[in-house]
């Protein structure tokens, strides 16, 4: 097995897009370094101008970084960047401030794609020790912190656009939080340049084409949005 990135072609590329995110990286990218995974991995980062010293911590570790002027950020457009630098035959995303647990974070995460027909998984996502109360109760409301595997196609369903709202936003759950994507479907299928909601709308397109999507909640990461009593 492979303990962190690889000169030679990796099996796995981590891609982080990153904004003012240096007091995450600084948790995060120990963890990545951890990691085990057979046929080794690489990082890949875009950040958009960060003030806070981002772009050091992450050539600190290693990670190649290039950097965009903050209003040229688009969710879908730069994770699609980031993806068009990857060498890596499947393309693992990950929100900044998300934390994997465990050093087989992303080998239990690609472990979907033993599966030949899915294109995409995603991870468990629950919150992190210290948050507080509310913010733990919302993201523990959430799909995502299932602890219940799912795999997802259209084989019995039919059109997902013939489907009723709620099942229909229920089967193309997807998160970017903790993604991970075949590279070779994904150069058919990148993400839609959309305001946001980029990982759903991709899953509308991965379905459709006949691929399955698959949740994975042996693959952690822990991660919120903060909430308060007054902000709820």
Not at 55 to 66: F, I, K, Q, Y
Not at 107 to 129: H, K, M, Q, T
Not at 180 to 195: E, G, K, N, S
Request: glycine letters at 6%.
């Amino acid at each position: 097995k492979a303990n962190g990135p690889l000169m030679n072609t990796p099996k796995v590329s981590v891609l982080l897009p990153v904004y003012n995110g240096r007091r995450h990286l600084e948790r995060l990218l120990p963890r990545l370094e951890a990691q085990v995974v057979e046929g080794g991995f690489e990082v890949l980062a875009t950040d958009s101008t960060s003030t806070d010293g981002s772009a050091e911590v992450l050539a600190a570790h290693g990670v190649a970084c290039e950097t965009i002027p903050q209003p040229e950020f688009r969710h879908g457009r730069t994770r699609n960047e980031l993806a068009a630098r990857a060498r890596g035959e499947l393309l693992v995303f990950l929100s900044q401030d998300a934390l994997p647990e465990g050093p087989d974070f992303i080998a239990n995460l690609v472990s979907a794609f033993e599966d030949e027909r899915v294109a995409g998984a995603y991870g468990r996502i629950l919150p992190p020790a210290e948050e507080d109360p509310l913010t733990a109760r919302t993201v523990l409301r959430q799909p995502e912190a299932s602890g219940e595997a799912q795999t997802r196609d259209l084989d019995e369903t039919g059109p997902v656009w013939d489907l009723p709202p709620a099942e229909r936003a229920r089967w193309l759950h997807f998160n970017n939080v903790a993604s991970a994507i075949r590279a070779d479907v994904f150069r058919a299928l990148p993400f839609p340049d959309v305001p946001f909601g980029e990982d759903f709308a991709w899953a509308a397109r991965a379905l459709s084409a006949g691929h399955r999507i698959r949740f994975v909640p042996a693959a952690v990461v822990h991660h919120a949005h903060s909430y308060s009593a007054r902000s709820a």
